[in-house]
T-cell receptor
Framework: DQQVKQNSPSLSVQEGRISILNCDYT??????FLWYKKYPAEGPTFLIS?????DKNEDGRFTVFLNKSAKHLSLHIVPSQPGDSAVYFC???????????FGAGTRLTVKP | NAGVTQTPKFRVLKTGQSMTLLCAQD?????MYWYRQDPGMGLRLIHY???????AKGEVPDGYNVSRLKKQNFLLGLESAAPSQTSVYFC??????????????FGPGTRLLVL
């Protein structure tokens, strides 16, 4: 039972354009959401997070939007750069516990 | 400051063999985690530890055991490996001081192939 779903396995965008990565969840108890970035042969690294009390969090070129009623969040990267090419994982947890659930990931390719 | 390191990087096992994966962190973190990553599944939590001498089960604990004898080390054991345990294993750690989940720092991973 996958509680966090990333339905797009891959996404390709042109350098300078916007990248939008989507994530859906089913567990209404989730109250903290994160995005991790992963390069080949490396471990995931934290990118940005959002608490359920907010609907938007911005950090430089990265913005995460949360729609609690739709149980949906998205990561916007503007402008996209070739160095952003990686696999992006969405993750969620409830009550800041240790059982964090991950989506299957979306491979982003940014073309020069 | 090496962060989180994992040993070995790659291993091939035969069905029924045993092995131990070692995770070490030099950040004095209290919490440590073992995940496995499989195609189409994302990362799934196997076991975790909230401090030296304590461990707890995650989402997929069957077939694995763990130990946290020292604060800086978290061992993941496979007593009798099965082909279904072929995966990439990631260790992570975080500080209790930070609070939010984002401070999980991941190791580079161990690729395990069970034949």
């Amino acid at each position: 039972d996958q509680q966090v779903k990333q339905n797009s396995p891959s996404l390709s965008v042109q350098e300078g354009r916007i990248s939008i990565l989507n994530c859906d969840y089913t567990n209404s108890m989730f109250d903290y959401f994160l995005w991790y970035k992963k390069y080949p042969a490396e471990g995931p690294t934290f990118l940005i997070s959002i608490s359920s009390i907010k609907d938007k969090n911005e950090d430089g070129r990265f913005t995460v939007f949360l729609n609690k009623s739709a149980k949906h969040l998205s990561l916007h990267i503007v402008p996209s750069q070739p160095g952003d090419s990686a696999v992006y994982f969405c993750a969620a947890s409830a009550n800041n516990n240790n059982d964090m659930r991950f989506g299957a990931g979306t491979r982003l390719t940014v073309k020069p | 400051n090496a962060g989180v390191t994992q040993t070995p990087k790659f291993r091939v096992l035969k069905t029924g063999q045993s092995m131990t994966l070692l995770c070490a962190q030099d950040m004095n973190h209290e919490y440590m985690y073992w995940y496995r990553q499989d195609p189409g599944m994302g990362l799934r939590l196997i076991h975790y530890s909230v401090g030296e001498g304590t461990t707890a089960k995650g989402e997929v604990p069957d077939g694995y055991n763990v130990s946290r004898l020292k604060k800086q080390n978290f061992l993941l054991g496979l007593e009798s490996a099965a082909p279904s345990q072929t995966s990439v294993y990631f260790c992570a750690s975080r500080s209790t001081l930070a609070g939010p989940q984002e401070t999980q720092y991941f190791g580079p991973g161990t690729r395990l192939l069970v034949l």
